[in-house]
């Protein structure tokens, strides 16, 4: 029994350090993309989580005044081990673009939901702001 109890209590200390890394690595990613991209006021900066059957999918995207994508950086797979990579697939297309086809009721990819999401948080603040 003392055994079980010391095991459960190495993993939880082996889950909190993770976590630590885990959060320091976020924080020193997202500082370097908004360094980036800082000196370009027109630039807006969203995240996002999306909440797989076994994964989860964060995605970091970099939009312009008129809503098209800049930069977009996809973190997917167990968080504690994986990291962002940019998809320059969805650079320089609309974020209405992907709403209107949730609208639809069109599959979307995981990705594409969460820009979607991206887009109506983005319409929610523009709407709160006035």
């Excluded at 320059?88 to 969460?114: A, H, M, N, P």
């Amino acid at each position: 029994m003392q055994i079980l109890v010391i095991i459960l209590f190495l993993l939880m200390i082996a889950q909190s350090f993770s976590s630590i890394i885990q959060v320091k690595y976020y924080q020193k990613f997202f500082a370097s993309l908004t360094n980036r991209y800082k000196e370009n006021s027109a630039y807006e900066f969203y995240t996002d989580v999306s909440k797989g059957k076994l994964f989860r999918t964060i995605v970091a995207v970099i939009i312009d005044s008129n809503g098209e994508i800049i930069s977009c950086h996809i973190c997917r797979g167990f968080t504690v081990f994986a990291r962002f990579k940019e998809d320059t697939s969805y650079r320089g297309i609309s974020l209405k673009g992907f709403s209107e086809r949730k609208d639809k009721k069109d599959r979307l990819t995981q990705v594409e939901d969460t820009l979607a999401n991206v887009y109506s948080r983005k319409l929610e603040t523009i709407t709160d702001n006035r």
